[in-house]
């Protein structure tokens, strides 16, 4: 590994700025991701002339993990963390690359497929220091204030 790409997180201790209300904007930006993808679903339903009903599940499934993924990978962040002015940086202190916001968009998708890992995740970025999901400790990455 080459020193330009060894960066750090920022310390919770001495810039707590940077994580200062990032579980309650992860909440927040969750309903309106949440929001964004039941009306790409629809849309989607809407121009298959109500055939995808039929695999409601499978399509939402699709839509949401595409969604999530593609906008991880653009800019490290949902719409929803954009509107919340929060980010995702990998465990080297960097913006998510597409391989990483894949992984990360799994993680989560597992996570929410099941009741425990979906509850542990929650109370993980409520206690820890930095804030941190289930996905987050596996892979070392972290959410953050983007103005801080």
């Known amino acids: 590994m080459t020193d330009s790409l060894i960066h750090v997180q920022p310390d919770p201790d001495r810039h707590a700025e940077f994580y ?4 309650f904007k992860r909440g927040i930006a969750w309903i309106v991701d949440t929001i964004f993808v039941t009306l ?4 989607v339903a809407i121009v298959t002339a ?4 039929f695999i409601l599940p499978l399509v939402w499934l699709a839509v949401g ?14 719409w929803g963390m954009r509107l919340m002015s929060i980010h995702f940086l990998d465990r080297y202190g ?10 990360h968009t799994l993680g989560y998708s597992l996570s929410m497929a099941f009741v425990l ?6 109370a993980l970025m409520i206690i820890s220091r930095r ?9 070392g990455s972290v959410a953050i204030n983007r103005a801080a």
């Not at 790409?40 to 849309?43: D, F, N, S």
């Not at 109500?50 to 009903?53: F, K, N, Q, V, W």
């Open 117 to 122: 890992p979906q509850i542990l995740s929650v």
């Open 40 to 43: 790409i679903v629809a849309l």
């Open 50 to 53: 109500l055939t995808a009903l």
């Open 65 to 78: 993990f595409l969604y999530r993924w593609i906008t991880l990978s653009g800019n490290s962040a949902t």
């Open 94 to 103: 960097q913006r998510f690359d597409a391989a990483t916001a894949f992984l």
């Open 20 to 23: 200062s209300g990032v579980a």
């Open 131 to 139: 804030g941190q999901g289930l996905t987050d400790l596996v892979l």
